[in-house]
């Protein structure tokens, strides 16, 4: 019997929900009481600043602390949290508050959004997620703002605080610092450079791992998807603050100014914003070029699987060195901590990865022929951080070309829902083949 195609299956609606989000969103933004001139903002940069925030990307054509109100802002910071912890996230917190049961439907759904690959008790784990984004926000609202009350009026530093806290745990990397300054100016305060950075690993580590890092006095154990997370963030962290610590102790627009402790906090906070954040301590623009590659690739890895930031996941990084080294040691299985990967999740850790890469390349392909006198790393480094959700900019953004906005506002949709996910969404039902073919043989290498 031939099985009813339905529309809403799971990839097509988290499709559509991040698409109406971002267009109720854009709407606001347009309204006169959204910015500081009373004119609102044009329907394309209000769609690329609503998509920056639901896809918790931070690229932003006009600057976020003087060009909106505080409507606006809060606007702006709303889509932020939704698209952070996920619209069904919050969807199933109405839903209990008003004492409605969860169906099997919805659960599936909760799953699908939080990249779970269980179903058992996600119900609650979407609860946790809420209460767990809630205390770490408010605790980093909480010391951000008695740092900024030395700098400003004591109810401009609790929203300062608030605004700053929310935005870096969700890796969105908005700011209201004023003039795409981010963070330049507390690059060597401990207390900012600590705080936020420990806000974007939180935010970036996965609520999975989270969990399981809670629960860990109950069940005295951790997943092998929570070793391989930890590990791999451990290693990129610290190859990521080494790395820019000696490509730029030298350079006189970024680190060389600096004290030592100076200079490791400002490497430190670079490295763990390039996995997805978007703020800034360092000027984007003046690094090397090396750091630049650095910071590209670091980018492009991302954060980790269920968390509020991009970019093609570490467990994936780690998927395909395991690959590779177990062939370059003749062995047929990838193992860690003696388990052994599944061959499907292999040939899925593969496909993200060029899927990734491919739009990358494409879009980047694309921008060099819109955006015409930018050198070919800026446009590289605009298209991996949209991808990558990550926000960082060498100063392209706000000189973007109509077109070059619609490519950008594109690649930071895709980097946030996952391209495979889109690709789900609109290809037609996906049935098992009904036989398999003989084996072929091809030189490879």
Request: with cysteine; net charge positive; proline share 3%.
């Amino acid at each position: 019997m031939k099985q009813k195609k339905t529309f809403f299956d799971p990839p097509k609606i988290l499709v559509l929900g991040f698409s109406v989000i971002i267009l109720i969103g854009a709407c606001l933004l347009t309204l006169p009481a959204a910015t500081t001139n009373g004119q609102g903002l044009s329907f394309l940069n209000a769609l690329f600043t609503a998509t920056s925030a639901t896809c918790v990307t931070g690229l932003v054509v006009v600057d976020t602390g003087t060009t909106f109100t505080i409507f606006g802002q809060i606007v702006i910071l709303t889509l932020i949290q939704v698209g952070g912890l996920g619209f069904m996230t919050f969807a199933t917190f109405f839903a209990l508050i008003l004492g409605k049961k969860i169906s099997l439907k919805e659960r599936i759904l909760l799953q699908e959004s939080l990249n779970n690959l269980s179903m058992e008790e996600i119900v609650k784990l979407a609860k946790r997620i809420l209460i767990f984004s809630a205390v770490i926000e408010l605790t980093g609202a909480l010391i951000l703002s008695i740092r900024f009350s030395f700098d400003m009026s004591l109810k401009k530093a609790i929203y300062f605080g608030i605004f700053h806290s929310i935005s870096n745990f969700n890796n969105a990397g908005f700011d209201l610092m004023g003039e795409f300054h981010s963070l330049t100016d507390y690059v060597d305060d401990p207390a900012v450079t600590l705080t936020v950075c420990l806000l974007i690993i939180l935010g970036g580590i996965g609520f999975i791992v989270m969990n399981e890092l809670y629960e860990y006095h109950t069940i005295k154990r951790v997943s092998l998807h929570t070793k391989i997370v930890l590990c791999t963030s451990a290693i990129l962290l610290l190859v990521g603050t080494i790395g820019i610590f000696l490509l730029e102790y030298s350079n006189q627009m970024t680190l060389k100014p600096l004290s030592l402790s100076g200079k490791i906090l400002g490497s430190l906070f670079q490295s763990v914003t390039a996995r997805t954040a978007g703020a800034n301590t360092l000027n984007i623009g003046a690094l090397t070029q090396s750091s630049i590659l650095l910071i590209i690739l670091l980018m492009f890895i991302g954060a980790s699987p269920g968390s509020t930031g991009g970019g093609i996941k570490t467990t994936t990084f780690a998927t395909l060195l395991g690959a590779v080294w177990s062939q370059i040691r003749g062995k047929e299985d990838v193992t860690f901590y003696r388990q052994r990967i599944e061959y499907s999740t292999i040939y899925k850790a593969l496909t993200v990865t060029l899927s990734g890469l491919f739009l990358v390349i494409f879009i980047t392909l694309l921008l060099t022929i819109t955006e015409h006198g930018h050198d070919f790393l800026v446009l590289l480094f605009e298209a991996t951080s949209a991808f990558a959700t990550v926000g960082l900019s060498m100063g392209l953004t706000p000189e973007l070309s109509p077109i070059g906005k619609g490519l950008i506002i594109f690649t930071m949709f895709a980097g946030r829902v996952g391209p495979l996910t889109i690709a789900y969404a609109v290809a037609m039902r996906r049935n098992p083949d009904p036989f398999r073919y003989p084996k072929g043989k091809i030189m490879i290498g």
